[in-house]
């Protein structure tokens, strides 16, 4: 079989080039180097063919060149010419548009003025003052707009994670008099988990509804949950890492014959999906910038007008004292852009968007043995695939294709890092062996039919490679 030996000129370049290759988990042998070689190293790195690729590009990556390659055929050993650096250059395909997307240029536009010559404070009585609260006003139009609400009705915040606060908190702190009780799922992103957790602390009681195998409450499950002491039910509409879709507006119908507040997490629906605070039939909604080609830190919170709710931020008197604190006026106004560019791309987007995921899963179930699907078939965020790799683990998978320019993830970011499995696969009932080799691809308005070719391409020499390295893997069972 051909092998390939790497010779760097010194033995600081050779420990070097060995550290990457342990970081990248690449298997190598040390060899002496070919006699023509020039170095001052008495050691060469050995690999087998499918490694060369990928351990010049880490090499590459990490800024060491590599500038002496043999081919080793039996007893042959020819020298190679390496290829021209511009075939070294990785091509970088991002899948990780839940995590955030890139900013649109024609956020980014609109964002500028508000940095230069618009620079106004929106409480200033003076043009400069008029000019920045007039920015806001119409920012406020079109993210209404995108939800179908009122003008009135939205209050910016500093994304999805305050927009979460301000409604549990706020709600769960005005209605005191009423009850302590909070209904949520146990597949909310922490920003819901972690502030329930947290009025747990003080004497808020808190059912965390199960879900089905495909992430789905049942709506039945919530009218059951329901007591006199309910005050408030937080239930996402779109799930983060599988993009499960849940019955927002029949959870909502219940939640209005019931009385109760109803509040939705709708930071991975909105800009993906059609979003209407009153076909959903919520009184309150969280949404975020970064995640629809917005700025970060930036977002909003939809109040129905006539909600009981305390304001987390006490100071001056801005959105109409809901939320202290000078207006981030640039923020706004991306926001803002991104809403109107959303109102009217939805729809050609979202088609674009599931036939390259149906194509990257139709693939993958083609290429790649022991895959399966997590999250429901139908019922799912157009630009979301999550999927489960048997014998293999999700962050050496990871690892691997970000040597190849592929950037996924393998659950929320904020739990990315950890190995523990996925709180919502766990919910789910996939078994931890498989959710540890889950690996979730969001697609963005950007990715083309070349860039989820090249993902197949990458993906299926990685997992063969990491699974051949598996004791538990038999390739023809
Ligand atoms: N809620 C969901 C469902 C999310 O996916 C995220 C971010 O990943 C958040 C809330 C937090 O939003 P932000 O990053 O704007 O604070």
Do not use: W
């Not at 070097?16 to 298997?27: F, M, P």
């Not at 240029?105 to 000019?131: Q, T």
């Not at 079109?142 to 709600?171: H, M, P, Q, R, Y």
């Not at 999927?387 to 683990?393: A, G, K, L, P, T």
């Amino acid at each position: 079989m051909e092998k390939y030996i790497i010779v760097f000129f010194s033995t600081q370049e050779t420990l070097y080039a060995e550290s990457i290759l342990k970081k990248n988990r690449l298997k190598y042998e040390l060899v002496p180097p070919p006699e023509k070689a020039k170095t001052e190293c008495g050691l060469a790195i050995k690999f087998s063919s499918q490694l060369k690729d990928e351990a010049i590009r880490a090499f590459t990556e990490e800024g060491l060149t590599v500038r002496q390659l043999y081919r080793q055929e039996g007893d042959r050993l020819i020298k190679e010419s390496l290829e021209r650096k511009e075939d070294l250059a990785v091509r970088k395909v991002y899948l990780d548009h839940n995590a955030t997307t890139p900013t649109d240029p024609e956020v980014l536009e609109a964002m500028l003025p508000g940095y230069k010559d618009k620079f106004g404070n929106a409480s200033s009585i003076h043009s400069f003052g008029r000019e920045a609260r007039a920015a806001i006003d119409e920012a406020r139009e079109k993210v209404a707009k995108l939800i179908g609400a009122k003008d009135g009705e939205i209050v910016f915040t500093s994304g999805g994670t305050e927009s979460d606060n301000f409604a549990i908190k706020g709600v769960a702190y005005a209605n005191t008099d009423k009850g302590n009780h909070i209904i949520t799922s146990s597949i909310e992103h922490q920003a819901v988990l972690n502030v329930c957790k947290y009025l747990e602390k003080s004497g808020f009681k808190v059912t965390y509804l199960p879900v089905d195998k495909y992430g789905l409450i049942d709506p039945e499950e919530v009218a059951r949950a329901i007591i006199s002491q309910t005050i408030l039910i937080t239930i996402m509409q779109a799930n983060n890492e599988v993009g499960t879709i849940e019955p927002i507006e029949e959870i909502g119908k219940i939640a209005r014959e019931k009385e109760v507040c109803f509040h939705t997490d709708a930071v991975q629906a909105v800009g993906k999906i059609p979003v209407n605070v009153n076909e959903l039939n919520v009184d309150l909604l969280s949404l975020s910038g970064h995640k629809f080609y917005g700025p970060k830190g930036i977002g909003a919170l939809y109040i129905r007008k006539g909600t009981k709710i305390d304001s987390l931020i006490q100071g001056g008197h801005h959105e109409r004292h809901h939320r202290a604190g000078t207006e981030n006026v640039p923020g706004i106004v991306g926001l803002g852009k991104a809403a109107e560019i959303s109102s009217r791309d939805l729809e050609k987007e979202a088609q674009h968007l599931i036939n390259l995921r149906d194509r990257l899963s139709s693939g993958i179930t083609e290429r790649i043995g022991h895959a399966r699907l997590n999250g429901h078939p139908t019922k799912r965020l157009p630009n979301t695939l999550n999927m489960s790799f048997e014998f293999v683990e999700g962050e050496s998978m990871i690892i691997s294709l970000d040597l190849k320019g592929v950037a996924v993830s393998t659950g929320s970011a904020c739990t990315s890092g950890t190995l523990e499995p996925s709180h919502v696969l766990s919910a789910m009932d996939v078994p931890p062996a498989i959710a540890q080799g889950s690996l979730r691809f969001s697609l963005g308005k950007g990715n083309t039919e070349e860039d989820i070719e090249y993902v197949l391409k990458v993906l299926q020499e990685i997992v063969s490679r990491l699974r051949s390295m598996s004791p538990l893997y038999k390739p023809n069972k």
